[in-house]
């Protein structure tokens, strides 16, 4: 079961929603960097650490937001900034 790695930086949501999954990296220190480099750029990002057959994944994820649209528009904002292009996962 995936664990939250920050729980105090995410904003609080009611139900379900969205996030755009920017990256899955095996090493914390590459996932760390990514963050602070998504975070300059003003976007909610936030590490989710997921075990996934025995390996441990730090999962970079921006959100989460309800409305898919708002996540639309949050991850072609990362493209045009950044030129990262992340995948929009359905959260919780």
Do not use: C, N
Request: proline share 7%.
């Amino acid at each position: 079961k995936p664990q939250r790695a920050e729980p105090a930086s995410m904003p609080a949501q009611d139900g379900p929603g969205w996030v755009l999954q920017v990256s899955s990296l095996t090493e914390r220190s590459r996932a760390e960097r990514l963050k602070s480099e998504l975070r300059s750029e003003g976007f909610p990002v936030f590490i989710e650490m997921a075990d996934v057959g025995g390996k441990t994944y730090h999962r970079v994820r921006i959100g989460p937001r309800t409305d898919r649209a708002d996540i639309q528009a949050i991850a072609d904002a990362v493209k045009t900034k950044t030129g990262y292009e992340g995948q929009i996962l359905r959260y919780r």
